[in-house]
């Protein structure tokens, strides 16, 4: 069965730290990529999508992901966090024609001023 | 633009109870809906969802069941609650084929007592 991964639960980093969240998928075919971001208190909205092109792209806030077809992966990456980027990050994915989006379970990430 | 309602923001409810979570999208026409639940470790997990007026596709056997009585409004509902059902329920809409981005509404809490 088609799968996320990600790989991190939990995170804490401080301020002006580098953040790589790691996602992992299972699917060999066409793949739809996203990464959502829940802030506390607030809606669950979108960070960053890859739908073809350019494997490297850039989200709100700084953030940016890169696809690697090879390793079915989908990282997410900010060079600097902030302590707004205190937040639950999902990671999502289309499989082909499957109208199903696939979900990871999420990662906290709690930065620390 | 596009906006997404969904109400009430929290409920508690008894056992046994009835449910009507309601969920409204404006500035769109024929979008496709979704419910999900959220639960905290676990994701999001998707319950139904519907690509037109009447159409509900049920995605796991469950206590709840999802009506769409017009294009912009979708209701997820239940005859008789159970302890289970608690948790937090998430409206979501998009457009085309269906494997484009998901917009999420705010969100019900519900807890069962």
């Known amino acids: 069965a088609q799968s996320v991964s990600q790989h991190n639960h939990h995170v804490i980093l401080s301020e002006a730290a580098s953040l790589e969240l790691g996602c992992n998928y299972s699917?060999?075919?066409?793949?739809?990529l996203f990464w959502y971001v829940q802030y506390p208190g607030q809606h669950l909205q979108l960070l960053l999508k890859y739908f073809s092109g350019d494997p490297l792209v850039k989200g709100i806030k700084g953030f940016e992901a890169e696809f690697i077809k090879s390793k079915f992966s989908f990282n997410l990456r900010k060079p600097s966090v902030q302590w707004s980027d205190t937040a639950e990050y999902f990671c999502?994915?289309?499989?082909?024609?499957?109208?199903?989006?696939?979900w990871g379970l999420g990662t906290s990430l709690a930065v620390n001023p | 633009s596009q906006t997404i309602h969904q109400w009430p923001a929290t409920l508690v409810q008894p056992v046994g109870s009835p449910l009507s979570l309601e969920c409204t999208v404006e500035g769109t026409s024929n979008p496709n809906l979704y419910w999900y639940r959220q639960a905290a470790g676990r994701g999001l997990q998707l319950l139904f969802y519907?690509?037109?007026?009447?159409?509900i596709s049920s995605e796991v056997p469950q206590n709840l069941s999802a009506s769409r009585p017009q294009d912009r409004q979708f209701i997820l509902s239940s005859k008789k609650l159970l302890l289970s059902d608690s948790g937090f329920y998430l409206c979501?809409?998009?457009?085309?084929?269906?494997?484009?981005?998901?917009?999420f509404g705010p969100g019900t809490r519900l807890t069962v007592l």
């Open positions: 999502a994915v289309f499989a082909g024609n499957n109208r199903k989006l696939i």
């Open positions: 979501a809409w998009s457009v085309g084929q269906g494997t484009d981005t998901q917009y």
């Open positions: 699917y060999g075919g066409t793949v739809n």
């Open positions: 519907s690509v037109g007026i009447g159409q």
